[in-house]
């Protein structure tokens, strides 16, 4: 029986650098969706996924991120005060959204870092870990996709997607081979590499459940030359040591971290929007002709 997973890590301390100049003085994660923080998409993502506390790696600067889902009790009571019913519902349903729990990462050393930084929250049992420049649009939740490939096979499990040619330079990426319509064994997995010696196209994407050897695994890797700790290096030795599954994800991924994907993320999720759908599609339509 597999141990179910219960705990999401969120590492959030990142600088956000692709996103200058707004990342000077607003974190990326509390970057709108059209009216809505990314972080708060990732963190409904995890409710309706199933998972019951967020694990927030955080840093200097990034206290906001935390503070959206507490209780807001000046904000409620004016907005009771008010007869502002809706909104007040909107405010009071973020801070009952989950359990939240906040880690500090004191130095910017990486993913895999930020990751163990969790360690000792998290405990012996298995996790899944979401970045929040991923937003997955999906009809089954993209943390609910993984984490069923997880309870049917009871091993680790990272979400791919195919690239283009000219951006595997950017992803970790699979070499592996698929054995059922979907679902890859990863043998072993490349951190950027040129598209000449790339293994594939499948690159790893923000969603990964992980079983807690990972730690162990976290705490044997070398800082590379920029000075961080990648994951990839730990997801690599888990691949060769005991299994990883690459499971090619249902929905469209938007990377928020990147000024082109914030744009489409807005774009596509304002076209869901019933009140805003039909003024969004006509402008688009306008300005395209
Ligand atoms: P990115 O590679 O996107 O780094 O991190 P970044 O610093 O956020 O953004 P750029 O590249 O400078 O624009 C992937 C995820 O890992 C977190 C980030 O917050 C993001 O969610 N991260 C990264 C940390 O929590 N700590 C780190 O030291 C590095």
């Known amino acids: 029986m597999t141990k179910k997973v ?31 923080p990314a972080i708060q998409v990732i963190v ?20 906001q991120i935390t503070d959206h889902f507490d209780y807001s009790y000046e904000l409620e009571s004016i907005l009771a005060e008010r007869g502002k019913t809706q909104e007040l519902e909107i405010v009071r349903n973020i801070g009952e959204m989950i359990r939240t729990v906040a880690v500090r990462q004191k130095k910017p050393l990486g993913l895999g870092h930020a990751i163990l930084c969790a360690k000792d929250v998290v405990g012996d049992e ?20 993984l984490l069923d490939v997880y309870e049917k096979y009871g091993q680790g499990v990272v979400s791919v997607m195919e690239v283009p040619d000219d951006e595997v330079d950017r992803y970790g990426i699979v070499d592996g081979e698929e054995w059922s319509d979907g679902l890859y064994r990863v043998r072993m997995l490349v951190e950027k590499p040129q598209f000449e010696e790339a293994p594939s ?11 807690p050897i990972i730690f162990d695994y976290l705490e044997d890797v070398r800082a590379d030359d920029t000075g961080e700790v990648q994951l990839t290096d730990a997801l690599a030795r888990l691949a060769r040591e005991r299994a990883l599954v690459g499971y090619k994800f249902e929905g ?21 929007r019933p009140e805003l759908r039909d003024r969004l599609q006509s402008y688009l339509r306008e300005i395209c002709d």
């Open 6 to 36: 219960t705990k999401a890590v969120v590492p959030v301390a990142g600088l956000g650098t692709r996103l200058l100049p707004v990342t000077k003085s607003v974190p990326k994660e509390l970057l709108p969706i059209v009216d809505v």
């Open 44 to 63: 409904q993502e995890c409710v309706k996924s199933g998972i019951e506390e967020v694990i927030f790696i955080t840093s200097r600067g990034k206290g």
């Open 126 to 145: 298995p996790f899944i870990v979401l970045l929040p420049d991923d937003i997955i649009d999906a009809e089954v939740p993209g943390a609910r996709q």
């Open 201 to 211: 196209n499948l690159a790893v994407i923000g969603r990964y459940v992980l079983p």
């Open 252 to 272: 469209e991924r938007h990377d928020i971290g990147d000024r082109i994907g914030l744009i489409t993320a807005n774009i596509a999720f304002g076209l869901k």
